[in-house]
């Protein structure tokens, strides 16, 4: 099997002054320090504290996302902000179609899709997001709709670029719920996604690059449920939104995707 990154993304959404971000960028900064076996540790701060952040992580390990970006390089688009102004700033990764902006802000399949082909032509890693409403999961759906997200996103994406693009299964429910999808529920639905992927690229022989995508789960990630979703085969890695919000918190978080870097992460279930 191909060996994918694991990434610890952390999602700050509307949080964080250039102050406070400044603090909390430096705080992981400091944790990652001398660490081996790392995860690619990615802080996503509000655009207006992309250059604090940047700032407090330089010369570490740590990298630093834009929560969402708009598709065209400039224009009369107010309010939005363009790929070419987050590669200026050194932006490495960027969100895309995290549910409160499809939830809020009227994202679509076909927004997400033009984001992520103006994600890839600008060299930004998206992080692709996913998942189904509550209402989608209780009739039975949840399956088709993320299929149907992924397929959408990936149209006329070369396969070349899978060896870039990230995807995160992000139910809805249990997005700062509280409530996490269990494990053995995420791995199926990620193992859904990574068969919808190879299913996508069958014709030209490229399934085989789906098995290089790599899956995150989110929703309510914290230091006591991560270990137990980083020992799964198909979570890659996780996208955390409340409990990146603060040092004692997020390293912990950092601590087990290093675990499933060096294989040692321990499926609990699997020790009984
Ligand atoms: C998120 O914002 O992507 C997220 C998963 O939030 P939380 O961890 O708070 O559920």
Excluded at 145 to 168: K, T, Y
Excluded at 171 to 182: F, N, Y
Aim: aromatic fraction near 4%; charged fraction near 25%; include cysteine.
């Amino acid at each position: 099997m191909t060996k994918r990154k694991t990434i610890i993304a952390g999602n700050w959404k509307m949080f964080k002054t250039r102050k406070e971000a400044t603090e909390l960028a430096s705080a992981v900064a400091a944790g990652c320090k001398g660490e081996k076996d790392l995860p690619e540790v990615v802080l996503i701060p509000p655009f207006t504290s992309i250059e604090s952040a940047l700032n407090a992580i330089k010369d570490s390990p740590v990298s630093v996302g834009a929560q969402n970006m708009d598709w065209r390089d400039n224009g009369a688009f107010t309010g939005e902000v363009s790929p070419v102004m987050l590669t200026e700033l050194g932006v490495k990764y960027v969100l895309i179609g995290h549910s409160e902006r499809r939830q809020f802000f009227g994202e679509t399949n076909q927004t997400v899709n033009q984001r992520l082909k103006a994600a890839l032509a600008h060299k930004l890693i998206p992080i692709v997001c996913v998942g189904e409403t509550l209402d989608e999961r209780e009739s039975g759906l949840t399956d088709s709709v993320v299929r149907r997200q992924v397929g959408a996103a990936l149209a006329e994406i070369p396969p070349e670029a899978l060896e870039i693009i990230v995807v995160a299964y992000e139910p809805v429910w249990a997005i700062g719920t509280g409530k996490v999808c269990e494990a053995d529920e995420a791995n199926r639905v990620l193992g859904q996604i990574r068969a919808t992927i190879a299913d996508l690229y069958k014709e030209g022989g490229n399934s085989g690059l789906a098995d290089q995508v790599p899956l995150l789960y989110g929703g309510s990630v914290k230091p006591s449920n991560i270990e137990e979703q980083m020992a799964k085969p198909e979570i890659d890695g996780a996208l955390v939104g409340g409990a990146s919000l603060k040092a004692e918190e997020f390293l912990p978080l950092i601590k087990a995707g290093q675990k499933r870097v060096q294989g040692t992460a321990k499926d609990s279930l699997s020790k009984v």
